[in-house]
């Protein structure tokens, strides 16, 4: 019994505090946005989910609550949300954490600190960042799902969805935004134009250089970005007809693999990028037939220069801005960390290559099971 | 009348006095008075009037020693000399037959017992799918036969004791010599001499003594079913049966027995072994689940999926009571329905389980003062341990010390309740052998059915007798 109650003693030592809470006497956070008023103040604001009894009914109903505080810092912001909420705000379940593009320009380090150092919030939130106003975006209603954060959630592992963003959670952030040249890209959420509802999208990347935001990619730049960064789970392609002019074959990319290969020859780095694509046919305007060996190299060697064309386009836009958009620094610091290298001015020690081999294995009907 | 008959009648007249079913007869033959004096409520009238009073009265011989009476008229299977007067006493009330030859100064007891017995009936705490049905009753006769006909091995022992001052209850030991350790029987002796009552009338005084102290396990086995009984004891164990109690209790007896069946060596093994793989995870869904609720839902929020958070918190919107008081609340509700179930008679209890089950659990929750995860989380571990009847008990026990535990804890107290729930298993003897044996030991078992039941023939049946000493 002795024994008992020395256990009992000491687990309650190391447990800290009794923290004993019901589950409906808490609001739960779903999603959290971030701005910044005209004194580079944040704004914090968040949705929350709260359980509600209903009248007459033997389980209760959800309801969506949104609030807004303001501080010095988001902790104090925090703090004073829970002054207009009756009950405690919970973050455990938070799955977002969506940035202001103003905020994010301004620089996500003034932040951001409090998000990983509080233990109630967990690693797995996902970063956005956003062009609309957070007030307009939080006032978006979503046939779906009531909740923002949970529909960003959800989208995130929708696949398909996902072929152009990577998935940027809060760990892997605060890794990332140190290592190499400091990009980052993070999802970016846009309103869906030309749509019957109001629908919002992350399907283009926001980049971010040490902590602020610099530029967003378009649709094909982010797929590309997705590509050669290693991040693309499935996706496709669409590329010239071999054959037939005017007309386009889709490739559903079923495979990727990405490797790198850096030589230092004590001047110049030789980075190569290999990208190596299994596709299949997918959808075929006109016609071709995959049986001629010598159309399915056409069609191979089309899709290659395509995407190569594609991939040394972007980072040479993104060269004359100065800004190493593939993070190669990041690579060359791991393999040769005592080069002789300017890492203000990479581009002029780097002879940045890319080879790109695409295999077409045939045709999404054969493959495809239903 | 000669004294010493006087004295011996007069005796046993005073000490039986105001008892109605006490019989004394006299008969007359040629060489003087004879004194018959049994009990027709536990003797056989018609076998008293057969085979000891009308050979008497029709006999020629002369009746001039008490030989001649045993050995030529007295037609009973079993006759005893009586040397003092006091043991009459014993015998008139187990049934037996007390015969006062008053010319001979002499007195013999027969055997006419009859009690009046349950037929062999079907156990109704042990159904099985395939096997024997038979169960053991209240006399000990029909029970010795009933094991008696599943081993026909003469190193089978049946030692019999009086237990009880003045009950006089008659207890068997029953093992093989050979299959069981002689340090076993000792100490299963020892223990059955301790018992120290004035009327043995259950089991469970003998079961105690041997069980051990402040548990809610029970460390001593039990049954109904006499082929159980059988296995038990090829497998070297000891049975103690006690007049009166249709149930056999056996030592040692290990923890993982509860976990198993007569199906599981009679029916299809994969689905004997789908059995016991539920029996198992029912275990332990019936102990953990209560505790492992609440440690999730008060106090790890984030280890629980967002869908099943806010389900339980839209659940529970309303509740006027904090989670643990609502699980205990419920616990408690559905043992008030089971103890129901229980006591009402038969046609009534299943009714009442239904419509308790159904009805009021439902109207709980329609009331507000419980929630739908509650009912279920309950009504499942309530039922999941029905699977393991043996140890319902030590089961409820458990999952409330388990379930406050994590309520003041969570996780950490979750898991220093389940540690301690394993502790205190380790801890457990049966009659001086671990409870939790095989498990926890490296040691080449000869049970080869811990968990799951392979090819029977490779399940060995001597479990304390080294192959080598066989």
Redesign the interface.
């Known amino acids: 019994m002795r024994k008992?109650i020395i256990?009992?003693s000491l687990?309650?030592v190391?447990?800290g505090c009794?923290?004993?809470?019901?589950?409906?006497r808490?609001v739960?956070v779903?999603a959290v946005f971030i701005d910044i008023d005209e004194n580079n103040n944040p704004i914090l604001y968040t949705e929350a989910?709260k359980?509600?009894?209903?009248s007459g009914e033997?389980?209760?109903?959800?309801s969506r609550i949104l609030l807004k505080g303001t501080g010095d810092t988001i902790f104090e912001a925090s703090r004073h949300l829970n002054d207009t909420s009756g009950l405690k705000l919970?973050y455990?379940?938070n799955?977002a954490i969506i940035f202001s593009e103003k905020a994010s320009k301004y620089g996500l380090n003034e932040f951001i600190d409090v998000f990983f150092r509080d233990q109630?919030l967990?690693a797995r939130q996902f970063l956005y960042t956003t062009n609309i106003d957070l007030e307009e975006l939080m006032k978006i209603e979503l046939q779906e799902e009531m909740f923002l954060g949970?529909y960003l959630s959800d989208l995130t592992e929708n696949k398909p969805a996902q072929t152009r963003q990577p998935l940027i959670r809060i760990d892997e952030y605060f890794i990332t935004r140190k290592l190499g040249s400091k990009i980052v890209p993070i999802s970016f959420i846009e309103k869906k134009e030309g749509v019957i509802m109001p629908r919002i999208t992350t399907h283009k990347l926001a980049i971010f250089n040490e902590d602020k935001f610099i530029n967003v990619l378009d649709y094909d730049e982010s797929f590309y970005y997705t590509l050669l960064i290693d991040k693309l789970t499935i996706g496709y392609t669409t590329v010239p007809h071999p054959n037939i002019k005017d007309a386009l074959i889709t490739l559903e990319i079923a495979n990727t693999n990405l490797s790198q290969d850096i030589k230092y020859d004590g001047n110049t780095i030789y980075y190569t990028k290999k990208v190596k694509l299994q596709t299949t046919i997918a959808e075929v305007q006109k016609t071709f037939n995959i049986s001629y060996l010598k159309d399915q190299k056409a069609l191979e060697k089309s899709a290659e220069e395509n995407i190569k064309k594609n991939l040394i386009d972007l980072y040479e836009k993104y060269k004359e801005q100065d800004i190493d958009i593939y993070n190669l620094q990041k690579d060359i610091d791991i393999k040769y960390p005592n080069a002789d290298i300017d890492s203000d001015n990479i581009f002029d020690s780097v002879n940045f290559s890319i080879e790109v081999d695409v295999s077409v294995q045939g045709s999404t009907d054969v493959i495809d099971f239903y | 009348m000669s004294k010493v008959s006087k004295v011996w009648i007069n005796y046993i007249k005073e000490t039986l006095k105001n008892n109605i079913s006490i019989v004394y007869r006299e008969i007359e033959v040629k060489e003087g008075t004879i004194n018959i004096i049994f009990d027709s409520a536990s003797c056989d009238r018609v076998h008293v009037s057969d085979f000891i009073i009308s050979p008497i009265l029709n006999s020629n011989k002369h009746i001039n020693n008490l030989e001649t009476a045993k050995k030529e008229i007295i037609e009973a299977a079993s006759i005893i000399d009586l040397d003092c007067k006091e043991d009459t006493i014993n015998h008139i009330l187990s049934g037996d037959i007390i015969i006062i030859f008053d010319f001979l100064n002499k007195a013999i007891s027969c055997d006419s017992s009859c009690f009046a017995n349950r037929s062999i009936e079907i156990p109704p705490t042990e159904s099985v799918i395939k096997g024997p049905r038979a169960g053991f009753n209240e006399a000990l006769a029909d029970s010795i036969s009933l094991i008696r006909k599943r081993i026909k091995d003469p190193n089978l022992k049946f030692e019999s004791f009086n237990i009880g001052e003045k009950s006089n209850t008659k207890v068997i030991l029953s093992y093989i010599e050979g299959n069981c350790p002689t340090q076993l029987i000792d100490y299963v002796k020892k223990k059955i001499k301790n018992v120290t009552t004035d009327y043995l009338i259950y089991i469970n005084n003998i079961e105690e003594e041997l069980k051990c102290k402040n548990t809610p396990f029970d460390t001593i086995g039990y049954t109904e079913k006499p082929d159980n009984i059988a296995i038990k004891l090829a497998e070297g164990r000891i049975a103690i049966l006690v007049d009166g109690t249709p149930f056999v209790c056996y030592a040692p007896y290990f923890f993982i027995e509860s976990f198993r069946t007569t199906d599981n060596y009679t029916t299809n093994k994969f689905m004997a072994n789908i059995g016991s793989i539920l029996r198992w995870g029912s275990f332990l869904l019936s102990v953990l689940a209560p505790g492992l609720y609440i440690a999730l839902?008060?106090?790890h929020?984030?280890l629980v999926p967002?869908v099943f958070?806010?389900r339980?918190?839209?659940?529970?919107?309303?509740?006027p009571f904090?989670?643990?008081i609502e699980v205990i609340i419920m616990i408690v509700f559905f043992q008030i329905l089971r103890e129901a179930g229980v006591r009402l008679p038969q046609p009534i209890g299943p009714t009442l389980s239904i419509v308790g089950a159904l009805i009021l659990g439902e109207s709980a929750?329609?009331s507000?003062l419980t929630?739908?995860a509650t009912v279920l989380i309950v009504a499942f571990t309530s039922i999941a341990s029905f699977l393991v009847p043996a140890i319902s008990t030590a089961i409820f026990i458990w999952n409330m010390l388990i379930l406050i535990?994590s309520?003041?804890?969570?996780l950490?107290?979750f898991y220093?309740g389940f540690i301690?729930l394993c502790s205190h298993l380790a801890g457990l003897t049966s009659c001086g052998y671990p409870y939790l044996y095989p498990l926890g030991t490296f040691k080449d078992f000869k049970y080869k059915d811990i968990i799951l039941t392979g090819e029977l023939d490779k399940v060995n049946q001597y479990i304390f007798i080294e192959e080598d000493d066989k």
């Not at chain 1, 033997?58 to 959800?62: K, M, P």
């Open positions: 008992l256990i009992l687990t309650l190391l447990t009794f923290n004993y809470r019901d589950v409906n808490v739960f779903t989910y359980s509600v009894a209903l033997a389980a209760g109903g959800d919970n455990t379940q799955k109630e967990l949970i | 839902f008060t106090h929020f984030n967002y958070i806010f339980v918190s839209a659940s529970r919107a309303g509740v904090t989670m643990v929750v329609q507000g929630s739908h535990l309520s003041l804890l969570g950490p107290g220093i301690l």
